[in-house]
């Protein structure tokens, strides 16, 4: 009988116990749940918080706030293109100069380069992407920027400068910042983070297709561009993507070098701003609600387009992952 | 095979240009780390770790700004830490093939490229605002929110490198899932959450466009987490715009030391991630 009781309660307990670790297991679940939740929640915040803190500027101009050129604080009056115009610029150039030396450095890396040398050239390349924004802008603004302005700038104004129409673009005085010094220190900065995944696709490439190549005698240039390229190029479009999406948004190493300037000129070489530059530049000091208002509206068009490219480029590089 | 020679050329200037590219990108690297060093090495001193940010034209330190800037990194990363982890257990654990999961992760993914600046103006609104002034508190959220997605993505790799066998016989063994999770999961993933927290104040440190609105900058040293904070992505931003030869130098010091920081702990990563992988 009491041998009998004892094994009842040793069930009981049991029973306890398992439903004791039912409990504990929904409720870390849960715990999990809300903080992965607890991301989405923040983005849409973000989002809510952005147009919120916008309406006022959205109220009062419309979609003309687009493609206003004026910005005046004292009378009120803001409009979006030079900001929308100079990181849209300011992008272009990053990507033209970035996505080939890119490119360059991924099909070194693993077509190339000796085995040996593969992990530290990777690392230090790596090691450029960590360097935080703050002191591109520093050596950019103190170093780049005097560079250009005394060696590289008047160069091009007597070269290129000279050629009709395409002239139009590198016109004017050398002023040192401006939307090429800006865009050259994007390139340098995009530079890590398309070169680091060209590196990751290219290694996707099935050996023996590239072995395939090289045996029917292909030089190493060719299988690059007929086999690598093609083989991963959405992954490739995928990692430029990401890229862009840096450049768009990238806000400090602009900020010293782009000279704040609410003027669009057709000489990449003159000062201008761009959306991220704009507020930091100005957030703190602006007074009046529909000037801060008209920031955050700043800050939204920023948010929205980033928003785009960063889903497309992550759409790109799961299909490029699936294949 | 008349164009073989031709061929040769072409492939030979193409490579010439793809190994030109790689000398070009580790120049820049090279250049920018001289460059600190050259300007930085100078302006470092003892007196830069004991005393405050100067007015112009006198002497002073910037330990008001390191200070600053190790506590919001602190607070920053403590809040981040356990919410990134278990947000990143939640998605590579209970989440598989689910939309919602997908979601998070697709949203967590933007988070963690979009720029810093918008979580600036974020954290400006909702903690800047209601409260009437800035202040290191929201400084240290802007911080959290930017190093949280960090931490969830690698947390998430981390957890599906741990094989399936471990979890099987934890199951096996009568153990509660929250419980494997917590005494065998996170045991065999340590070394790599372990680097996702060390990049995630890696990239914290360096952080200045959210703390512009948001912590904003303080002359003096201070503990008060509710009022403006110095920090010292924005002492440098300062200093170096300004047109003061001292506050200049005391900038690249600044800069210096924070790369240098960020050199180091991204090394250290590296290594805590490598010292994994060869067990």
Known sequence: ?323 | MAGYAARRIRNNIMMGLSILASVVGLFFLFVILATLLYKGLTAITPQMFTESTPPPGEDGGLINAIFGSVVMTVVAIAVATPVGILAGTYLAEYSRGHWLGEAAKFVNDILLSAPSIIIGLFVYTVLVVPFGHFSAWSGAAALGLIALPVINRTTQDMLGLVPGALREAAAALGTPQWKTMLAVIYRAARSGILTGVLLAIARVTGETAPLLFTALNNQFFSWNLSQPMANLPVVIFQFATSPYDDWQRLAWGGALLITATILVLNIVARWVAGAKSSL
Request: charged share 10%.
């Open chain 1, 1 to 323: 009988m009491a041998a009998m009781a004892t094994a009842g309660d040793v069930t009981a307990l049991a029973q306890a116990k398992a439903r004791n670790a039912v409990l504990q297991d929904r409720f870390f679940r849960l715990l999990t749940l809300a903080c992965a939740t607890l991301v989405v929640v923040l983005l849409v915040g973000v989002m809510i918080s952005l147009i919120v803190g916008a309406w006022p500027a959205i109220n009062r101009f419309g979609a003309g706030f687009l493609v206003t050129s004026s910005w005046n604080p004292p009378k009120e009056l803001f409009g979006a293109l030079p900001p929308i115009y100079g990181t849209i610029v300011t992008s272009i150039i990053a990507m033209v100069i970035g996505i080939p030396v890119s490119f360059g450095i991924a099909i070194f890396l693993t077509e190339l380069c000796p085995s040996w040398l593969r992990r530290p050239i990777g690392i230090a390349i790596e090691l450029l992407a960590g360097i935080p924004s703050i002191i591109y802008g520093l050596w950019g603004f103190f170093f780049l920027a005097p560079f250009l302005q005394k060696a590289v700038q008047p160069a091009l104004i007597n070269s290129l400068g000279k050629v009709p129409g395409l002239g139009l673009l590198f016109g004017g005085p050398a002023y040192g910042i401006g939307l090429f010094t800006a865009g050259i220190i994007l390139a340098i900065m995009v530079l890590p983070f398309i070169t680091s995944i060209s590196r990751d696709v290219f290694a996707t490439v099935p050996t023996l297709l590239r072995e395939s190549a090289y045996g029917m005698g292909m030089t190493t240039w060719e299988v690059a561009r007929s086999i690598v390229i093609p083989y991963t190029r959405v992954g490739l479009v995928g990692g430029v993507m990401l890229g862009l999406g840096r450049a768009l948004g990238e806000t400090m190493a602009v900020t010293f070098v782009i000279g704040n300037s609410h003027r669009i000129s057709a000489s990449l070489l003159a000062p201008a701003t761009t959306i991220s530059a704009s507020i930091a530049n100005e957030f703190t000091e602006a007074t009046s609600e529909l000037y801060s208002s008209s920031l955050i509206a700043l800050g939204l068009i920023l948010f929205v387009i980033t928003f785009i490219v960063l889903a497309v480029a992550k759409w790109l590089l799961v299909r490029a992952a699936v294949k």
